[in-house]
């Protein structure tokens, strides 16, 4: 008699769940081959183990199951070796996005920790510091729709960077305003907003340096309801130091919505150029 396996004997066997053999029957991707003549019971051959390797094989290259289907239709060598290219250069393409990702949390997490420390040290201690130029993405953002236009080109760059994700761009964005911000007029508005690129792209015409130089360094924590009370702080120390503003102000959000749901633990770091 020819050997024959019930569903959870052949799902025990080769670890998949009864319900997914259940599925694929019910696609017509492998149905049980062996209909018992005296009680219709439906039982798989031992041919079918094979094929379940098979298709276990086809969903570790990605296939959709719907890929499946049309791969196991494929009879000519030539054919299945330009399909398994086309799934081979998918893949490489999702690691290096993958990778991208990877490569922008360690930065993230770096820079949290970094920022997080510094301020756990000097807390909201306003001081003048040399601080690097940065390199970044710099769109004007005075409405809803510049924003939207920014965005669209964010995503265009997030494409051509490799090292660039989302992820990345949504926490490293930094804010750029005028003089007027720190003196609170017209503050509705953003004047600018930079996403910062790694120095390797400056020679891309989208790349900008934001030059800093000497900068006031200070932190604010908490909501942004209450930065007025740190720029309020800010403003005392230029009076004091007699300071001149030089440049535009930078606001970067270490610690924001992205990272945590609380606007009592958000961490801002606040760069102004000037001139001693």
Known sequence: MRKRFRIGEIAKIKNIDAQTLRYYDKLGLL??????????????????????????FYKMLGLSLEEVKKYKSIHQVDEAIKTLQMQKDELDNKIVKMQAVSKNLETIIERIEKTKERYENSGSLIEVQSCD?????????????????????????TECYPNYSEVGHNHGLSFIYNEQYLNHVEREHLVKILMPIEQQFMNDPNVEEYSLGQCILTYHQGSYSRIEETFSKVRQYIKQEHLSIRGDIITTSIINSFIINNQDEFLIEIKIPVIN
């Open 133 to 157: 130029a940065i390199y970044g993405v710099i769109g004007d953002c005075q409405t809803i729709h510049d924003w939207y236009e920014f965005e669209k080109k964010l995503l265009e760059l």
């Open 31 to 56: 149905s049980p081959a062996i209909v018992d003549e005296q009680n219709r019971y439906r039982y798989y051959s031992e041919e079918q183990f094979i094929e379940v390797d098979r298709i276990k």
